[in-house]
């Protein structure tokens, strides 16, 4: 007599083998997995694999949750959309959940929020480069997001004082201190200097 296996055992046993292309279940179960063993990791699906994502340094956590506070005192008092930060994931047409460390989805895309992933192309996705972050798959997973339907993509690399935003129509534009960011496409009127998103040294 055999017994079934638990999803426990399932997704241990699927996830031992490359060529299995793992599902947003199996994503959940692993979520609820380190959920009971009290364990806080970030987790993205990713052409059919689970990938662990650790925190982030204290300086990229900074810089996003300035980028999200700018946007969102634009944002919210217009009604313009939602503003999400690194720990909202989104389902993609690839079947792809990611989650950008800022996300904006315009009001009309997104008339109300539910208690699961969204499932669509954030129109804004910001990415910030932490310590242990390579710049090539940071882009590669913007560049993946424009391909995918996102009207605008920001990467902010902290160690070189850069924030660079890619667009569909348009080769990427680099913007540095003394410069200020804008997104006309999406949020006409609001604009932000480079260098307000740098954490302030205190006396």
Not at 92 to 113: C, E, G, H, I, Y
Request: with cysteine.
């Amino acid at each position: 007599m055999t017994s079934s296996l638990t999803d426990r055992e399932d997704l241990q046993i699927r996830s031992a083998y490359p060529s299995t292309r793992l599902t947003v279940t199996d994503l959940e179960q692993l979520q609820g997995i380190l959920s009971e063993a009290h364990l806080d990791y970030q987790l993205e699906l990713v052409d059919g694999k689970i990938i662990v994502r650790g925190p982030s340094d204290i300086v990229s956590s900074e810089i996003g949750a300035e980028f999200g506070r700018l946007l969102l005192n634009w944002v919210k008092p217009r009604k313009l959309g939602r503003v999400f930060e690194s720990s909202g994931g989104f389902i993609l047409p690839n079947s792809n959940v990611t989650a950008p460390d800022v996300s904006f989805v315009t009001a009309d895309r997104l008339k109300q929020s539910k208690r699961y992933f969204a499932e669509l192309v954030p129109d804004l996705v910001v990415e910030i480069k932490s310590q242990c972050d390579r710049l090539k798959p940071l882009r590669q997973k913007i560049l993946s997001f424009i391909e995918l339907g996102a009207k605008v993509g920001i990467l902010i690399d902290p160690d070189k004082r850069t924030v660079t935003i890619y667009t569909p129509t348009a080769e990427p534009v680099v913007l540095r201190d003394g410069d200020m960011i804008s997104i006309p496409e999406l949020l006409p009127g609001w604009e932000v200097a480079v260098t307000e998103l740098w954490p302030i040294e205190f006396e």
